[in-house]
């Protein structure tokens, strides 16, 4: 018996009905949506903490705030959105009417991973409900205390014929996906990213893929390094490390390094206390796996800064490790935790070939007081996101869109994004039913005519 027929059926009939096409519809999901986040902010800033040992300004900036920002935009900009896109038109069409329709896919599913649990969810779920489709919802059961709540709550704010969230792991992330969908939008790791696009061919379903892996961090000798440290120390260490876009390694000369180490411990000690343990603004890791995971990654290379670590609450001090081979296991994965390798390289052309051999990146980092050479770095590189002398602000930005390229993904959203990615662009052209006359050149025998549209 298959768990999911019924609630996949009874979205599809909801979606045949067209009830969720007209934009009163689509503005009341919406609308929804952002009392659920507002009625709710407690206690989704509890199952943060529980999960992720969250602090309550992180959660409101990067998790509450960031999707209410996002709902917020589609209210203010949903029927412009909505519009048909006039496009131009040749000759032969010049009496015509031709346009770019946007119409929703049908029924879209979502599937989200653990580390930003409610903005991972909920603002591509923005873009599915502005754009009128029906959507599932499959968030992480890794973030299981979140997943508790939008499984429990957040369905009580929207038209639950248009709507549901499925909740379990791989194994019934599988059976889920057997069914047909009309769109796919995946955020999550390479690895199942690959088994997600594997099932969406057999139906030939479009698919986005929000995928991570490993992002490089280039440090110029022109730099001040203090600053630096800062910016790269907060980028690392936010939600505990465990973000996509985050600073993977640095690049930089031997000379540069020995400048970094005690601006980066100083900027440590400035963030977190002389022991982060007990600051109130350094998260945990998320289970016992990935915890083992990161411990085995403090072997590598030598430990510069920090290195301690603690099972019993899953707590990883604030690390920089020098000396690492490119071989080493922390620099073969994703580290997704506070640990920052420094690797040394004598020239910019070397960082950049660097860079180049590897996967391309969700997001790359270049610091320097010398444009020219951030934009060198812009120039020769490519990823999926970039940071010219600061973090990963350009996430704040809705007018950016953001996802990966190559092996970190492959389509994008936020902002308007998001509602095109969820949208069907149909090619309209609506001809005069009349005037059979003018149009009559078009026909055989051509050799009568030769019409250039
Ligand atoms: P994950 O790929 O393990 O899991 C993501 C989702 O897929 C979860 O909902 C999970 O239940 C499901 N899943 C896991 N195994 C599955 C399988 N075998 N079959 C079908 N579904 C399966 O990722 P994660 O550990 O939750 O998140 C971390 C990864 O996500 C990192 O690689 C990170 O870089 C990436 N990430 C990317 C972005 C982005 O926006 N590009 C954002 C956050 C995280």
Redesign the pocket.
């Known amino acids: 018996m298959d768990p999911f027929s019924d609630t996949l059926q009874r979205l599809r009939e909801a979606f045949r009905s067209g009830r969720t096409r007209p934009a009163e519809f689509r503005a009341a999901q919406l609308k929804g949506l952002g009392r659920f986040l507002q009625d709710h902010k407690k206690l989704l800033q509890e199952a943060l903490a529980q999960d992720l040992h969250k602090s309550v300004t992180e959660s409101e900036i990067s998790e509450i705030s960031l999707t209410q920002g996002e709902v917020n935009l589609a209210l203010r900009n949903l029927r412009t959105w909505m519009k048909d896109e006039k496009v131009t038109k040749n000759l032969a069409t010049q009496l015509d009417s031709a346009f770019i329709r946007k119409e929703p896919f049908g029924l879209a599913l979502i599937?989200?991973?653990?580390?930003?649990p409610v903005n991972?969810s909920l603002v591509p779920l923005v873009g599915a409900l502005a754009a009128g489709n029906c959507v599932v919802l499959?968030?992480?059961?890794?973030s299981k205390n979140t997943e508790q709540v939008l499984a429990e709550v957040l369905p009580q704010y929207l038209d639950q014929n248009c709507f549901a969230v499925v909740q379990g792991?791989?194994e019934e992330?599988?059976q889920l996906?057997k069914h047909k969908f009309d769109y796919i939008f995946f955020?999550?790791?390479p690895?199942?990213g690959k088994?997600?696009m594997a099932a969406a061919t057999e139906h030939l379903t479009p698919i986005t893929l929000?995928?991570?892996g490993k992002n490089p961090c280039y440090v110029d000798d022109n730099c001040d390094p203090q600053t630096v440290a800062n910016r790269v120390v907060w980028f690392r260490c936010y939600n505990t490390g465990q973000t996509?876009v985050a600073p993977d390694y640095v690049l930089c000369s031997p000379e540069m390094q020995e400048r970094l180490l005690p601006a980066m411990q100083s900027a440590i000690t400035r963030f977190y206390g002389d022991d982060p343990r007990s600051s109130p603004n350094l998260g945990r890791i998320i289970n016992e796996k990935h915890f083992q995971r990161l411990q085995g990654l403090l072997g590598c290379g030598r430990v510069a800064i920090g290195g301690q670590s603690d099972e019993r609450d899953r707590y990883i001090a604030p690390t920089v490790l020098v000396d690492v081979q490119q071989t080493e296991p922390v620099m073969q994965e994703?580290i997704?935790g506070p640990i920052l390798p420094i690797l040394t390289v004598r020239s910019l052309d070397e960082a950049i070939d660097f860079i180049n051999r590897r996967e391309k990146p969700?997001a790359l980092y270049a610091f320097s007081t010398s444009n020219q050479v951030v934009k060198q770095v812009l120039a020769r590189t490519s990823s999926g996101t970039f940071g010219g002398n600061d973090g990963f602000m350009f996430m704040t930005l809705s007018s950016l869109p953001f996802g990966?390229v190559g092996n970190s993904?492959m389509g994008k959203y936020h902002g308007k994004f998001s509602f095109d990615t969820f949208s069907h662009h149909r090619a309209c052209l609506l001809a005069h039913s009349g005037l059979e006359k003018l149009k009559e050149i078009r026909y055989p025998p051509y050799s009568v005519c030769r019409l250039r549209l």
């Open positions: 599937i989200s991973p653990w580390n930003y991972l499959k968030p992480s059961e890794i792991g791989p992330t599988g996906l955020t999550g790791s690895r199942v088994i997600v929000e995928l991570g996509c994703e997704f969700l990966g993904g």
